[in-house]
């Protein structure tokens, strides 16, 4: 029995991790040895040609950048909206809090293509099309109902006396929650910030509808997909990889809180 | 309730907030399906029926879902499963095997595209072993382009149903399972009777996430085979930059929007206990 769930494990993770070690491979080969056949399994011959040449395509810096802004503006403003709602949910039993958590649920279930089109529509009269900010509001609508969700979780789990000895000793409720919530909630909230980097670095459709000349990366990479060489879309392969690896190394701890419990 | 008033105001930001990207735009929509230059018409509803990439985008839609959701839920339960029994290096496989919840299906599509491709992995692998060579991708093999498809976003998207089923897992006790062996159940009936009925609830859920966000693929079918196998939601993305008609990809997107919710209260009443 525990032979076999050993070589089940491997397998498994043979599976889900052979394609990334291949993806790397092919975005670190020279374009010449991407053209030979058979290619080679084994990293013989590395390079940063591939990379370097499709970060400097037109549109990929700036896409990339544009992904950079609008991830953090989206993590800025789902935080300065969602942490006082998330706080609220966590501190007080108050009068339609069971509607409003049924609310956050339901809008999980809403198609990001029902949201996007006519968006664009309200977008264009309004000035929005087109800009990082555009985006950055629709990445922000998506990401908010788990940013209250997951930040109420973590709120729930700093202790509620510590912040009210602090307001007996004198501190203002904005204090106590600066200097005895916030520090204590510090790891989660980083935690739920970074899920919804994530969650617009990996946006595509949405980001893709709402912008013509401001692309963000994987609309860029999207838009150009028809006509790239191979090598371009193996690099974009990567580059989009590449912060996933990193997310799930740092976020492990709270996986199950951000994808498991806080789902139901 | 005595402590209404300062919650109201803690989330009443989030709520505006909310009711102008959600509800004005959903409305927005359904106006934009509906009315035309000269009031209410259903002219865009027609033309995106008279479509034929329409209902072949529609069909494969139901095909992936039919095909892929049953795959992943077995891979995630026994994924789930493995880990229960503590394997070594289980932090690694873990790692590994959550690594693709972070990732997106256009970036999906383009790794397994490194390996399907005509001059890719998967053909390099098959020369090097004296197999002939295959064309994957080829518009002329529509069951190998589905396969891809279906092993690309069972690559993707089963992490998710796996964290979902773990995270469940932990509530199941271990004392109901142990009892069970004490009485002398097998592994498998106690799998069948003792911790498959308690994950009832996360395996809801899951069915009900999984279904919507696969209505919702499309980047991974572009990724892999361009339109050669059209998924719903990448027509409302072609209707709307290629053909550039708003409307007819607004009525395409509430298409989506329906299945959606009649997949969720589908599941929710067939799952009831």
């Known amino acids: 029995m525990k032979l076999k769930v050993q070589l089940a494990c491997a397998a498994i993770t043979l599976f889900m991790g052979a394609p990334l070690y291949l993806i790397t491979l092919a975005a670190l080969s020279s374009r010449r040895s991407l053209n030979e056949f058979p290619l080679s399994l084994l990293p013989t011959s590395l390079s940063g040609e591939t990379m370097s040449t499709f970060l400097q395509s037109t549109g990929i810096l700036g896409g990339l950048l544009n992904s950079l802004t609008i991830g953090l503006s989206t993590v800025a403003l789902s935080l300065l909206i969602g942490l006082p709602a998330g706080y609220a949910m966590a501190r007080y039993a108050f009068k339609g809090r069971d509607p409003y958590q049924l609310a956050l649920l339901l809008t999980r279930a809403l198609p990001i293509v029902v949201l996007s089109v006519p968006l664009a529509r309200i977008f264009l009269d309004t000035g929005l099309y087109d800009t990082t900010y555009g985006v950055t509001l629709l990445h922000t609508a998506l990401a908010l109902p788990t940013t209250i969700l997951i930040t109420s979780a973590i709120f729930l789990g700093v202790s509620r006396e510590q912040e009210e000895a602090a307001m007996i000793f004198g501190a203002s409720p904005l204090a106590a929650f600066a200097r005895v919530v916030v520090p204590q909630a510090l790891p989660g909230i980083a935690a739920s910030a970074m899920f919804t980097f994530v969650l617009s670095w990996n946006e595509v459709l949405g980001a893709s509808i709402l912008t013509l000349n401001r692309r963000t990366l994987p609309a860029q990479v999207l838009a150009t997909l028809a006509d790239s060489p191979l090598a371009f879309r193996f690099a974009g392969g990567l580059a989009l990889v590449v912060p996933a690896l990193i997310f799930i190394a740092v976020a492990r701890r709270y996986l199950l809180n951000m994808w498991g419990t806080t789902l139901r | ?273």
């Open chain 2, 1 to 273: 309730m005595r402590q209404t008033r300062p919650a109201l105001l803690l989330i009443a930001p989030s709520i505006i907030f909310m009711a102008a990207l959600f509800l004005w735009p959903l409305i927005a929509g359904v106006t934009q399906a509906f009315h035309g230059p000269d009031g209410p018409t259903t002219q865009y509803v027609r033309r995106m029926a008279d479509d034929p990439y329409f209902w072949e985008a529609l069909r494969n839609t139901a095909l992936l879902i039919v095909v892929l959701i049953p795959l992943q839920f077995a891979l995630a339960i026994v994924m789930a499963l493995l880990m229960r029994e503590r394997p070594r290096f289980a932090g690694l496989h873990f790692y590994i095997w959550v690594v693709p919840l972070a990732i997106s299906d256009l970036a999906a599509g383009l790794v397994w595209l490194s390996i399907f491709t005509d001059r890719g992995y998967l053909n390099s692998v098959l020369d090097g072993l004296g197999i002939p060579t295959y064309s994957w991708l080829s518009f002329e093999h529509p069951q190998t382009m589905f396969l891809a498809v279906v092993v690309a976003e069972l690559w993707r998207a089963t992490s998710l149903v796996f964290v979902i089923v773990i995270a469940g897992l932990q509530g199941v006790p271990r004392d109901y399972d142990e009892a069970a062996s004490v009485f002398g159940a097998t592994y498998w009936q106690r799998v069948r009777h003792v911790i498959l009925p308690q994950l009832r609830p996360s395996l809801q859920v899951a069915l009900i996430l999984r279904t919507i966000l696969a209505l919702e693929a499309f980047a991974v079918a572009q990724a892999l085979t361009g339109r050669n196998f059209p998924l719903l939601v990448g027509e409302t993305y072609q209707w709307y930059y290629q053909l550039q008609n708003p409307n007819v990809a607004t009525a395409i997107a509430l298409v989506v929007l329906a299945l959606s919710i009649v997949a969720a209260v589908g599941y929710l009443r067939l799952m009831r206990p």
